[in-house]
């Protein structure tokens, strides 16, 4: 599975667009782009996947740039409950899916009021 | 009520002793995980299970073992504590049917202590 590279950590007022970066030049053509977060402790919650379309949903939005090296996690009207560590995960699903996560260090999203 | 469970969720031992997390789901799915957690980093994947047959380490199974009881039981063992060993471990599940999304579902994590 291909290797992210995420900030340590962001800042974003609430009611704010959140945007959050990811890299991941090294991505396969048949590796998808996941997202989980994690707030303070808890077990990691799915937020939303892709593989080269944007995709959208009660959560967040998910923009993948066309060469598919980087990608960009939008949580369009941050919330203080949104304050929480963003991991950005790149792996294969379909046949060959192993199912395993391997989690980076993540994104620190600081909303604040 | 929740999917996954995972017991204890507090764990307070000491270096030497035998050391059982156990881990349930009701969720049906085929697919099981067990994850540490060191303070500030990430995930990293312990030992993993694709059926009650089927089970393979991860990327740090060294000290571990685990055992597939049944489908929605996943038991992860320190057969010999040790202090960093201390970490917040979590159970994970998948549906390996679901084949183009396998979303994981994480228990909310045991907190292990070794002294």
């Known amino acids: 599975d291909a290797k992210t590279t995420q900030p340590p950590s962001m800042d974003c007022a609430e009611g704010r667009a959140a945007n959050l970066p990811c890299n991941h030049s090294t991505i396969s053509g048949n590796e998808y782009v996941y997202w989980y977060r994690q707030i303070h402790s808890q077990g990691p919650q799915y937020i939303i996947h892709?593989?080269?379309n944007n995709e959208t949903n009660e959560m967040a939005s998910l923009i993948i740039t066309e060469d598919r090296k980087s990608s960009t996690l939008i949580l369009p009207h941050a919330t203080l409950r949104d304050t929480a560590v963003y991991y950005c995960?790149?792996?294969?699903?379909?046949?060959?899916?192993?199912?395993?996560?391997?989690f980076g260090q993540g994104t620190t999203l600081q909303v604040k009021p | 009520d929740a999917d996954v469970t995972q017991t204890p969720r507090n764990r307070i031992t000491k270096t030497g002793k035998r050391i059982m997390l156990e881990c349930s789901q009701t969720k049906g799915h085929d697919r099981m995980y067990w994850y540490r957690q060191d303070p500030g980093l990430g995930l990293r994947l312990i030992y993993y299970s694709f059926d009650v047959k089927d089970i393979n380490k991860g990327e740090i199974s060294d000290g571990y073992s685990v055992s597939r009881q049944a489908q929605a039981k996943f038991s992860l063992s320190l057969e010999s504590a040790i202090p960093n060993q201390t970490a917040l471990y979590f159970c994970?599940?998948?549906?390996?049917?679901?084949?183009?999304?396998?979303?994981?579902?994480f228990g909310p994590g045991t907190r292990l202590t070794v002294l």
């Open positions: 892709g593989l080269k």
């Open positions: 995960i790149v792996r294969v699903v379909g046949s060959g899916n192993t199912g395993k996560l391997i």
């Open positions: 994970a599940t998948s549906d390996s049917r679901d084949r183009w999304n396998s979303e994981q579902f």
